[in-house]
């Protein structure tokens, strides 16, 4: 077996039972089907010797009995294999998906969605073909070959050989060709990751295609990808179509060996008849198992480039690991950053440098900035998506990396500067965070976030279909929609990245002024790139550059007369 299977293995001893029995039901199947070419010679025999008349429906009942037997076989067969199969298949597109959703942002950042998509739709169906139809017809041209090859040896081993001949010559063009396609089939995984990640691109971002009225020059794009796409296609059919025809220039080399060969022997009273007749059959029963080689071979390199692509993430494991995913986890007294600086690996400046600040219940944090000073990667830091590359981060005086993640995250109400919503009701984005809730809950959370009237005003109310990320929304409409669902909840911090930049003034005033009402008792930080949206909280941090150059509340800032004066001013004018 080719080393990316290997990890298939827990597969197949977890459903060893079914494999098992199919392997039987395989073997039962070939063995009724020699019982027919058995009993076809005897047939002829009686019929040259003139006593058919005698055994005649003896032999067609038997003959008619072995067919359905073996029919019935073939079914036990595929109802093993082929259901084993989609088993695995639904085993392994579930271990895929959990092992995305434990993988960290910086891995997102070097890998498209195209290409993630691909691997656990297309590359899981051809690894499914090599599990099930595929493994099922090499057990099956396996136990064929070792049940007819036998029997055809026990019946006459000169006339075997001859008609065995040809099989050298399969097995060097296997040898030779097996290669060809396992180089193939990776350069045509790999094109078709690239073009579905060309058209997720393209029809996530339609509104700009649109806009810039670049339809045609994004169809060309489409139409040389396809075309290349196309090319490695047909470079692979060219090796695939090589295998029929070959496989049956060898079934007639057979067929011309035995009759030849099998005719000499008749006439000089060797073998009777009927053995001509059972070496015909055994030879149509052994051409669909030699023509599907070449499938044979063709799947299970695709499958192997597939499941090597798979093993690449799921071998992969993540940066930020949860220490203690079972873990009771209670956020209530304080969250803290000591001493805190990042830096991403890519650039040469720092993102944060030297960053402390203590949030308490009850208590608001503002941080103000302008763009690339560092506001997001708090927030980032805070939900533990990216670790500090120095200093520590403290949750009721513990640090973040030593508590359970999961559990700790399900307590903070983010609601990211990328808004993000599913294509679903109004309702169930506001619902996300939890798997039930009360009408109440969800109507107060849209109050909270001055949305309720708004949603009131649509024709289905809260059940109205958001389309695709939200696509029928304004951008004001998705941030407070993000809103509503941080608020519905009811966490123990709230994280506001930007969240407000895209309302207007008095729908920003009715937000805060909900805000203040939910978020009594709780802790809540919010960046924002104005002072409107943060002026109302206990502490302002003022970053520049990943450093806090101002901090104190609104009063004391404007008292300072310094940057923070300054932009309160600049909002004063507009």
Same mark, same amino acid.
């Given at each position: ?275 001509? *007749?059972?070496?015909?059959?055994? +030879? =149509?029963?052994?051409?669909? &198992?030699?023509?599907? %080689? /070449?499938? $044979?071979?063709? @799947? ?48 040469? *400046?720092?993102?944060?440098?030297? +960053? =402390?600040?203590?949030?308490? &219940?009850?208590?608001? %944090? /503002?941080? $103000?900035?302008? @763009? ?203």
């Amino acid at each position: 077996m080719n080393r990316p299977f290997k990890h298939l293995n827990k597969y197949f001893w977890q459903y060893r039972r079914p494999f098992i029995w199919g392997v039987v039901f395989v073997g039962l199947a070939n063995i009724f089907a020699v019982y027919q070419a058995v009993y076809v010679r005897e047939a002829f025999n009686a019929l040259a010797n003139g006593s058919a008349s005698e055994n005649i429906w003896l032999f067609t009942s038997i003959i008619f009995g072995s067919a359905i037997i073996r029919g019935v076989f073939m079914y036990m067969m595929r109802q093993s294999l082929i259901v084993m199969s989609r088993n695995i298949e639904y085993d392994l597109k579930n271990e895929i998906y959990a092992q995305y959703q434990k993988l960290d942002f910086a891995f997102y950042k070097t890998h498209y969605t195209g290409d993630l998509m691909n691997r656990i739709s297309e590359d899981v169906g051809r690894v499914r073909m090599y599990v099930g139809p595929a493994i099922m017809y090499l057990v099956n041209m396996l136990t064929m070959f070792v049940v007819v090859i036998s029997s055809m040896f026990t019946v006459n081993a000169e006339l075997t050989l001859y008609v065995l001949a040809p099989l050298p010559i399969l097995s060097i063009s296997v040898y030779f060709i097996n290669n060809t396609i396992n180089k193939r089939s990776d350069r045509l995984q790999s094109k078709l990751s690239d073009l579905s990640t060309f058209v997720q691109e393209t029809f996530s971002g339609l509104r700009v295609v649109k806009a810039f009225a670049k339809q045609g020059a994004m169809a060309k794009s489409f139409e040389r990808e396809a075309h290349d796409y196309r090319n490695k296609s047909l470079h692979l059919a060219m090796v695939d179509a090589l295998w029929f025809p070959l496989m049956l220039l060898l079934v007639g080399l057979s067929s011309i060996f035995t009759v030849y060969i099998g005719g000499l022997k008749v006439m000089d009273g060797s073998i009777g008849i009927g053995t001509i *007749a059972e070496f015909i059959i055994y +030879i =149509s029963m052994l051409t669909f &198992p030699v023509a599907m %080689l /070449g499938w $044979l071979t063709s @799947t299970t390199q695709r499958a192997a480039a597939s499941q090597a692509r798979i093993n690449e993430f799921l071998h992969t494991v993540p940066v930020i690991q949860n220490p203690q995913p079972d873990a009771d986890f209670y956020f209530e007294t304080a969250l803290e950053f000591k001493n805190v600086s990042f830096g991403y690996h890519d650039k040469t *400046a720092q993102a944060l440098s030297d +960053i =402390s600040f203590k949030l308490t &219940p009850g208590k608001s %944090l /503002g941080i $103000l900035g302008h @763009t690339g000073s560092g506001k997001t990667t708090i927030c980032q830091l805070l939900l533990r998506l990216m670790e500090p590359t120095s200093g520590s981060i403290y949750i009721d005086g513990k640090p973040l990396d030593s508590i359970n993640l999961d559990a700790y995250r399900q307590t903070v109400g983010y609601v990211p500067q990328d808004v993000f919503l599913f294509s679903d009701t109004l309702r169930n984005n506001i619902a996300f965070g939890k798997e039930k809730f009360e009408d109440t809950i969800i109507i107060q959370a849209a109050k909270g976030a001055a949305l309720y009237d708004t949603i009131e005003a649509m024709p289905d109310g809260f059940e109205t279909l958001i389309g695709e990320r939200g696509i029928t929304l304004s951008g004001g409409q998705k941030q407070r929609l993000s809103i509503a669902r941080a608020l519905a909840m009811d966490p123990k911090l709230l994280v506001f990245d930007d969240c407000l930049s895209a309302v207007d003034t008095h729908t920003e005033q009715l937000i805060i002024d909900g805000l203040k009402s939910a978020a009594q008792g709780k802790m809540a930080l919010i960046v924002s790139h104005r002072t409107s949206g943060i002026m109302h909280c206990d502490e302002i941090l003022v970053l520049e550059n990943g450093s806090i150059i101002e901090r104190g509340n609104h009063k004391s800032l404007v008292a300072i007369g310094g940057w923070y004066a300054k932009m309160v001013d600049d909002l004063a004018v507009e």
